[in-house]
C-alpha cells in the first residue's frame, strides 16, 4: 500500500475556491450581471452532492425513524408569522457607517474588530498569530497602501476581548452600542463611526394576490409548514406520539451584509425535522442505542464564564446529568453526530455549542448547535432545539383550531373541581342578549375566582365585570357554584416539539473544506476525497481515446454500473488519461476505469483509487463486482487488493 | 384470476377529493387560517408520491441522457428579468367586476361564461349535458336560489361559441374585451358588467437588501438560472454542443384568481430542460430510437380552422412532413410519452397541441404542449418550446458577456471582406478624445456602409455622424479601407434551446384522476391504481394485531425489503385487517403482506394485490422474493400467481 500523506501543505482555501469554481460546483448567482451578494448557483457536481446529501438525510432520518415527510409552501401570509414571533422578532441587529450609510451586521462588527485587534497584538508580542479572516482579506485589498504596523495590547484588554468574544451571541442590541463606543470600534473599511444599532426584519416581504391587499413573506424557516398542519399529521399517525414530520427545502433571510460564500446566504436548502412528544416524557425508545456516542460539548456555563473549552462525553452521561436536557434532544444530537461523519464532517472539528439565555431563539427553551470547524471559524450547521409548546400553542389560540393530542387514559383521573351552573331561564330574562357574556365572564374564571363568587352568592350578590366595564348583578336564583368530583377518562395537551434543523449548504461547505488537501508531490494538484456515498460521480470511465473501437466496452462498463445503481461518467475528452485522473480528483470522483488496446484483446481492465492512487487490474466483470462493493461500502480498498492483482502502469497485450 | 370493472361506476371528482383529503396527500396550505387561493402543502403520501416521480424524471432525463443538473435560485434581481421580458410581458389579461371590484381572469371568464350556455343550450335541446363543471358548482353554491332554466341557441351562435373557445387561448386583452362586449359576458356571480381588460404582471415582486434600492422578484420559471450559467456549464462540458442541462426546482407565479386544485397554483415545483443545440443542425443522434412512437397531435393549423380533431402519427412522420418543426423537438416529444406512461398517466387521454401564434410566449419559435385529459378538460402539464436563440442572445447583449459556442472549423473558411485600417497617429492628431468614437462609427457599419465609405474617401473625403449627431470629416490620410481575404477557422454561434418543462403538480393531480376507481361491490371503497414505480408504499406489512408475538416477523419482513431498496410500511392499528386494507387501497399501496399465527408457526406469509385483492401464499423468503420482482416491474402479478399458490382465506396451522 503507498501511504499517502494529506497533510503535506496547510489547507489553503484559496485553492480550494479555485478547484470549487474551476469545476463549478457552485458559483455566485447571477454572475454576468455583476452577481447578488449571498445568492449562490449549484453547477452539476454541487447538485449531484447535494442531492446524495439529501438522499442519505432522508434515510437515515426519514426511513429509519418513520418520520412522516411534507413538502410545504415557501410563500407565506402574514398573519402566520405574526402569530409565531417572526414579524415582531425574526431581526438581526444593524449599524450604519455615519457617513456613506454603508450597513453592517453590529455582532459581526464587533467580532471582526475585536479579532483583528487580538492578531495585531499577537503579532505585536512576536507570536505566531491566527491564520487571517477572510473578512480581513477583503478589507486589506480595499486599502493595501495602509498597511497597519502590529499594536500591541494592555494584558488586560486582550482578557476582555477574548471575554467579549465568547459570549458575543449573548448581546442585545443596545449592548452591542454600549460595547462600539467603549472599545472605538468603527467601521474598518472607511474608519467612521457608526449609528446605534437598529433591528432590521431579516425575512423577504411581497404581497399575495392581484389586488395587493395580502401581504405575505418567504419563510425563512419550514418549521411553521410543519405545525399548522400538525391536526392532520396526528390523524396520519393514528392519533399517537411521539412522532416526527420532516421537510427538505428552500427558505430565505434577507441578510444584512452576506458575506462568507455559502455560510452566510439569502436563499437556502433545509432539512427540518419537528419531533412531537408529550411534555410530560420526554423520554425516547431508542436512546439505548446511542447512550455510548461520544460527543464533544460546550455548555452555557462554560460560555458564560468566558471559556470556549468542550468536554467530551458520551450523550449517556450528558443526559443523566443534566447537561442535556432530556433524551429525546440527546438521541438527536447523537443521531446529528453520525449521520454528518457518514457524509464526510471531521469528527475532530465538530462540537456542539449549547445556546446562552439571550441567544435563544424566541420559541425555545433548550438548544445545542451542532458547530463545524473551519477556515471561518466554528459554524452552527445543525440546531437542535427544544420550541416546547410554543409554536402550537400561539396559532391554536389564534386561530381557535385546537392543535392537542387527546390520549385514552388507562385509569381515568378523578379531580374535585367548582362547577358553575346557571338557571338558563332566569338568566335569560334578566339579562336577555347579554346572558352569553354573563356566561363567558364566569366560565373564565380560575377556581380561586369560582371560589370568592361562591362566597359573595352565599352572602347575597355579587357583581362582575365584563372586559368593556359592564357590571352585572348575580344571585343564586341565577347561577350556583358547586364542588364536584369529575372523571376524566381523555387527557389532552399540547406535545412539545424538538427540532432538528439542518442548513445543508453550510453542511455541504464544511464538508468539502475537511476532505481537500493537495498531492505531496505537487502542490498544484488539489484532490477532493469524498466518501463515496456521497460523491457526485462514483466512478469515472476513461478510456484511452475517443477511438470507436473502445466504444462497445465503454457502452458495457456504462450500462453494467448503471444496472447496480451506481453513479458513471465517460470522460473521452481529448488530453492525457492523467489529466482526466486529476481533473477527477477535483471533482472528488472515488474511483477510475481504464479501457485500453488491451481491454480490447484481453478483456482486461484497471481500477485506481482516488487518495493513494494505486491501481489494480483484472477481468472487466470482476473489476465491476469489486467497484460496485467499494462503492456500497461493503469492502475497502486495502481489501479490494487482496482480490485483485497490483497494476504496475505496463500492459502487455497478449 | 378475478377480472376487475373498474369502471362500474363513473368518475366521481367529490369521492377522489375525499380520499386525497381524509389520506393527506395534499391539502390547502394554512387552512387553519383560511387557506390562500393557490397554495397548497403536500402531506406524506403526496410527498413520496411527488419524490417518487421526481426520482423517476432524474432517471428518465438526467442520468440517461447524461444531463448537467443544476439547482440555481429563486430570487432574481429585476435587471435579469427586464431583459429576458418577463418585466414587460410576462402577464395575464384581468377585468374587475364594475361594482363589487371583484379581480377576474379574462379568458377564463369567457370560457367559463361560455360553456355554460352551450351546456344550457343543451339541456333546452334535451341532449345530455357535459358534465357540470366545478367553477360551475361554485357559482351554483353562492347563489343556490337562482337555479337558471335551460335557455337554447340559435344554431350560428352554437357554432360561433364553439369556435371562440377552439382558438380561446390565440385571443389578445382587447380581442377579449371585445367578446365580453359582443357576447354579454358579465360576471357570473353578480351579473355585473366587467371592465376592460388589464395586464397583471405575474411575477411576485420583492426586494434584496436591507436597503430596499434593490428589486427582486421570485423567479416564474427556471429556465433563467440555466441561461446565466450557460458559459460555465459549456466549459464543463468540454465546450461541446448539443448538451442539456436540467433543473427541479420552485416557480413562483402569482395567478389573478387560481382555482381549479393543484391544476392552477402560486407556487410549484417544476423541472426543466434547457437543451443547447446548433441552430443550423437540429438534428438528434438518437431520433432513430423514438422514431416509431405514435403520439396524438393536435396542430396549429386544426386549432385555427376551429377544430379539436387530433391525429395520430409517428412522431418520425411528423417531422419528416414537417409538423412537429425539427429532430430535437420531436424526439423530446417522444421522451415525454414515455414517461408519462411510466408514471401511470392514460395514453388515451394524452395529446400535444402545438401554440398558435398569439399564444406562444414571448420567446418561442415552435411549441408543443403535452395536455392531460381531466375533470377540468384538458391541461397544459409539460411544455416543449424552441426558444430559438432569444435568451441568450439577449442576456448576452445586455450583459456584454459573449454567450457562445466556438467551434474548431475542420476546413477553414475564406472570406473576402472590406476592412477599414486608421493611421493612429494621424487620427489622434485630429480628433484627439473623439478618435475612440470615430473608430466605433466605422467598427459597427456593415459591408454596404463600407463600400460607400470608400467610394467617398476615393473621391477626396467622407463625412460620418455619431448617434449625437456630431460630424467627422475623414480622408484617406486618416482611414483606408481595403478588400482583404481572410481565414477563419473558429466559428462562433449562439446555440438554440428546444425546452421541455413539466409542471410536476398537474401531472400528478392528472395521474391521480386517471388511477382512481370505486369496487364493483362497493362504491365507498375508492382505489388508487398507482404503479409500483411512483406509489409512495410499495408494500404493507400487516401483522394479525400489535401483539409482542409477531414483532421478531416484523422486523425481519421490514428489514430485508429495505435492504433490497423496496420501501414498506407497518400497519398495525388497532383496526381489522380488512380496513387496513381499504386504508392501503386510497393510499395506493400495490402489495400487502400478512404476518398472522400461522406465519409464527410455519414461517408463511400471504401477499395481496391490490386491483385484484386476489391472494398468494408462501414461505415469507419466497414471498418476499416475489414481491420485489413485482415492485422492481421485472414480473406481472399472473406470473406472481405462477410461482405461488393462490391462497384462499383460510390458513391452518399445522
Known sequence: MTSVNKTAYPFDKTRLEAVLNRRFFYAPAFEIYGGVAGLYDYGPPGSALQANIIAEWRKHFIVEEHMLELDTTIMTPAPVFETSGHVARFADWMVKDSKTGDVLRADHLVKNVLEA?????????????????EDEKDKKKKKKNVKASPVQLADEIVVEYERILAKLDDYTGPELGELCRKHSIKNPDTDNEV??????????????????????????????????????LLEYNNGRVPFASAQIGRSFRNEISPRAGLLRVREFTMAEIEHYVDPEDKSHAHFGEVRHVVLSLLDRHTQSAGSTQITKTSIGE?????????????????????????????????RFRQHMANEMAHYATDCWDAEIQNSYGWTECVGCADRAAYDLSVHSAKTGHPLVVRQALKEPIVIEKEVPEFNKKNLGKKFLKDSAIVQQIVGDMDETQLLSLKEQLSKGSATITSSDQRSFELTSELLTIERKTLKQSIREFVPNVIEPSFGLGRILYTMLEHNFWCREQDIERG??????????????????????????????????????????????????????????????TPFGV????????????????????????????????????????????????????????????E
Open 117 to 133: 485587534r487580538l492578531n495585531s497584538d499577537k503579532e505585536a508580542r512576536g507570536l505566531a498569530a491566527q491564520p487571517v479572516k
Open 195 to 232: 449609528t446605534e444599532p437598529v433591528q432590521f426584519n431579516l425575512m423577504f416581504a411581497s404581497s399575495i394576490g392581484p389586488t395587493g391587499q395580502h401581504p405575505g413573506f418567504l419563510r425563512p424557516e419550514t418549521a411553521q409548514g410543519h405545525f399548522l398542519n400538525f391536526s392532520r
Open 318 to 350: 450528558a443526559v443523566d446529568k443534566g447537561t442535556v436536557a432530556n433524551q429525546t434532544l440527546g438521541y438527536f444530537l447523537a443521531r446529528i453526530y453520525t449521520f454528518l461523519l457518514k457524509i464526510g464532517i471531521n469528527p475532530d472539528r465538530l
Open 594 to 653: 481504464t479501457l485500453d488496446f488491451a481491454s480490447v484483446a484481453n478483456r482486461t481492465m484497471t481500477l485506481r483509487e482516488r487518495d493513494t492512487t494505486t491501481q489494480l487490474i483484472g477481468d472487466i466483470d470482476e473489476v465491476i463486482k469489486v467497484v460496485i462493493d467499494l462503492v456500497e461500502g461493503t469492502i475497502t480498498w486495502p481489501e479490494a487488493c487482496q482480490r485483485l492483482p497490483a497494476y504496475d502502469g505496463v500492459q502487455a497485450i
Open 527 to 588: 484532490v477532493l476525497s469524498l466518501p463515496p456515498l456521497v460523491a457526485p460521480t462514483k466512478v469515472l470511465i476513461v478510456p484511452l481515446s475517443a477511438r470507436e473501437e473502445f466504444d462497445p466496452l465503454v457502452a458495457e462498463v456504462s450500462m453494467k454500473l448503471r444496472k447496480a445503481g451506481v453513479f458513471s461518467r465517460v470522460d473521452d475528452s481529448n488530453t492525457s488519461i492523467g489529466k482526466r485522473y486529476a481533473r477527477n480528483d477535483e471533482l472528488g
